[in-house]
């Protein structure tokens, strides 16, 4: 398949339009399932990147010894404590907690995965919840590695039952991982192994790195902007969040594509308005998340 590559003016044709007398309800309510012990900062940073990419409402879920140290990270989103395990990672139990609260607060859509570990019992909790969450998800960080701890077809299992869409996001090496390679070989294949899993999965596969690949079924992206700045940790972490940020606005199977090229865009392109200030070296993720709205401007002003 050979791809598109994403340019601006494609891009400022999918950037969401805000009604002046829309409410906070109107762009959608993300749950973000992340965080443990020693890892906290990426579930705040996929909260606060959420928020800054007009989600409407953003609730943290995080393992309830962590819920402290997550809330403090950013005061626009809201907390949810969950059951965790002694090591301070989400336990088993807590998917029942994240049930209830998916209803009762009316969830829109889900990002799993960033720094919730690879405990067992986590990865336990990751594979109910993919089995039975019905609403959006995005995938990534420890919620593609859960996948890695089952066989491929379990995996192909769980992706075809799902009644929701669902966009996985991994670098090169939870590429390899979900497609039993190497990192070498994905590298290699970058756009051919992104479409594999899209096809394979029923998913849209946003594969990282330079020139990130956004693939679907039927078609395949390649973004254009970012830099070495990015390569970092925490910046995967934001990229979660502007992409479910923009896919609860609109929390369909046909936006989920279109929302994660306009992220992958919009992310590469804070990276890149962020370094002409604070250079490549030493670039933070936060820094990223700093010039998003400058990054939303750019982009709608072509």
């Known amino acids: 398949m050979k ?24 762009f959608g309510h993300l749950m973000v399932v992340a965080g ?79 720094g919730l570990s690879t405990h067992p019992r986590t990865v336990e909790a990751v594979l109910e919840l993919l089995g039975e969450a019905d609403i959006p998800t995005v995938l990534d960080a420890d919620g593609l590695n859960a ?39 994905i590298q290699r294949n970058r756009v051919a192994s992104a479409v594999q899993i899209a096809r394979e999965l ?18 395949a992206f390649v973004n254009p902007t970012g830099n070495p700045g990015l390569a970092k940790g925490g910046t995967g972490d934001v990229l979660t969040g502007i992409l479910s940020g923009l896919w609860v606005q609109r929390p369909d199977k046909g936006w989920a594509a279109p929302a994660s090229c306009l992220a992958a865009y919009l992310h590469g392109l804070a990276a890149d308005l962020a370094v002409q200030t604070v250079t490549e070296h030493s670039l933070l993720p936060s820094d990223v998340i700093e010039a998003l709205p400058r990054a939303f401007q750019k982009a709608a002003a072509r």
């Open 202 to 219: 029923g998913v849209v596969c946003v594969l990282k790195g330079r020139e990130t690949v956004i693939a679907d079924a039927r078609s």
């Open 36 to 114: 443990s012990r020693g890892m906290t900062g990426a579930a705040g940073m996929v909260g606060w990147a959420a928020m800054r990419s007009g989600a409407g409402l953003v609730t943290v879920a995080v393992p309830a010894s962590e819920q402290r140290l997550v809330a403090g990270i950013r005061p626009e989103y809201m907390t949810l404590p969950l059951t965790d395990t002694a090591e301070g990672t989400l336990h088993p139990r807590g998917i029942q907690e994240l049930r209830d609260q998916i209803r009762g607060r009316g969830i829109d859509a889900l990002a799993v995965g960033p």
């Open 147 to 185: 996948l890695a701890a089952v066989d491929r077809t379990t995996v192909e299992a769980l992706f075809k039952a799902r009644r929701a869409p669902s966009v996985l996001t991994p670098h090169p090496g939870e590429a390899a991982r979900i497609l039993r390679t190497n990192i070498q070989h």
């Open 3 to 26: 791809p598109e590559f994403l340019t601006p003016k494609g891009v400022a044709k999918l950037l969401p339009n805000r009604a002046p007398e829309a409410h906070k309800g109107k």
